[in-house]
């Protein structure tokens, strides 16, 4: 990961548009300068009594299988 100025990445995003699958587009970079960390200060999901459809446990079990045991890289399975 590299910091961009601004302008730069804006710049870089238009040019990723054009590719098929781009890496950042101007919507992404857009969502990228605000914050999305909950301060307290506002209600969340959550708390108005709209529940999540995913859950965070579940979510993160996806992603992680390689590193548990006899995951993807398990010193187990090469023993």
Not at 40 to 68: A, H
Not at 71 to 76: K, L, M, P
């Amino acid at each position: 990961m590299l910091p961009f100025p601004l302008p730069i990445a804006e710049l870089t995003a238009r040019f990723f548009e054009m590719l098929p699958t781009p890496l950042l587009t101007r919507d992404q970079l857009r969502l990228l300068k605000y914050d999305n960390v909950t301060s307290g200060k506002y209600k969340t999901n959550s708390d108005i009594g709209v529940p999540s459809v995913r859950l965070f446990d579940q979510e993160v079990k996806k992603y992680c299988y390689m590193w548990r045991e006899g995951g993807q890289f398990s010193t187990e399975k090469y023993l």
